[in-house]
């Protein structure tokens, strides 16, 4: 499929990022690929998701997309690059940091991530190099991907791993709560149930499908496509086919399996 | 080193394998695999995780191991061989089948494992061959791994999981519970909360202690090595190396990084 828009994640997280870019851009053609055989990525060491990371990358580009979108905020974190060979390549890292700022009013800002994507500090320096006058609390929150791949939102369990995890943040009085990992706003019950309606989240879906409309309106990116969805995974599992159709809203969603 | 015993999982679980195995074999030499830049195995697929663990034997073969020990349940249901090249592979499941029929009296018997390993049905086909008139009871456990990689214990959370887990093979009045996954004994004491002291826990690391106790009594492995033990990893984490240093009680581990 040539002239679609490339997203990766390691697993079913990303697709909260795809369905979102599907309802802004619904006429764009999408490649869709899940690193599903070498998932999970955020509790992996920086070396290794950017090997992973750049083999995908080159992937998807081997599939002629226009762009990339790196929809998994561990890998976003090992890309220092906007572009490669002519394909730009989107990170939700940076939009998700600006989101953030121009939410929070009171700046004090929480943020939600895998262990590797809060030790990478990244958000925190994108967010202070952009305004020194905010407070960061942080909380990396480990067993939240393996909750939401399991798709157990609002389950009483995950609901005490949230408290577990947001509630030190709530006591530090923040405004705004950034997600950042693409698997978190499947457990956006069981998040809000500790945020409550005061706390605004920041979801990487939607801050992308922004950057994107903003690039299509500039001539940065291109308009084609008639609106077919194309999903890769590296391994197979009825687990995730079940999940992702639930997630897509959608009843028959053919998945291909790819080697990389 | 030359004439080492190797051992491989997934990640940390193998580790509690591992450390039988010292215990009861204090002067041999060991290589320990953990291929922590692909865990974990239990959500994969049967061919993604043969590949993996064909690959992992090949490595271990190429450091001149006398033999391997598969002490990762979910790659144990995908090896139907016990020597290559000469090398005797072990798997963990044919020992804790036996040893759980030896144990149960009622031969109403609870299987716990990964998603992969239940599936897999590789204990149930083995018990049954064995005996026919056993009945098992199995449940698939796929946040068991995530909380023990986090060394989470007897948390509360992990005891309510735990319970959800097991209670409902309690109520089928087992007598003896096999902990299919070599992670589990991590979360020994969570796992006695539900089963109390009338359930009797079959624990991989144990059985195969037994198999290679034979194995040498009978000729079939020499002894040799002088108490060295190494351990390998596909990734490096801190997170990781403080758990691993905890399991083997000991204080500076060193841990070499590989590639497969």
Chains 1, 2 share one sequence.
Not at 13 to 23: D, F
Not at 201 to 206: I, M, Q, R, W
Not at 221 to 250: P, Y
Request: glycine share 6%.
């Amino acid at each position: 499929m040539k002239e679609a828009i490339g997203v990766f994640d390691s697993g079913l997280g990303g697709l909260t990022v795809l369905k979102e870019l599907i309802k802004n851009f619904p006429k764009e053609n999408f490649v869709y690929l899940g690193d599903t055989a070498r998932l999970p990525y955020g509790s992996k060491s920086p070396e290794v998701i950017r090997k992973y990371t750049e083999q995908n990358i080159q992937f998807l580009i081997q599939q002629n997309v226009k762009c990339i979108v790196v929809a998994c905020n561990s890998a976003s974190t090992v890309i220092d690059f906007n572009e490669l060979h002519g394909t730009p390549i989107y990170n939700v890292i940076t939009p998700g940091a600006k989101k953030a700022l121009d939410v929070s009013v009171t700046k004090r800002i929480g943020l939600l991530g895998t262990r590797a994507t809060i030790a990478s500090r990244a958000y925190q320096q994108r967010i202070l190099k952009m305004d020194m006058n905010v407070d960061i609390f942080d909380m990396a929150c480990p067993l939240f991907v393996p909750f939401a791949e399991e798709g157990m939102d609002l389950d009483p369990i995950t609901n005490l791993i949230a408290f577990r995890y947001i509630q030190p943040l709530v006591d530090q009085k923040i405004d705004t709560l950034i997600l950042g990992c693409t698997h978190y706003p499947l457990l956006r019950g069981s998040i809000q149930r500790v945020t409550q309606q005061s706390i605004a989240l920041v979801d990487s879906g939607e801050t992308i499908a922004l950057l994107l409309k903003e690039d299509f309106s500039q001539g940065r990116l291109k308009q084609s496509g008639s609106g077919l969805v194309r999903i890769l995974t590296t391994d197979f599992s009825q687990h995730f086919k079940n999940l992702a159709e639930k997630i897509l809203e959608t009843k028959s969603l053919e998945i291909e399996l790819v080697q990389i």
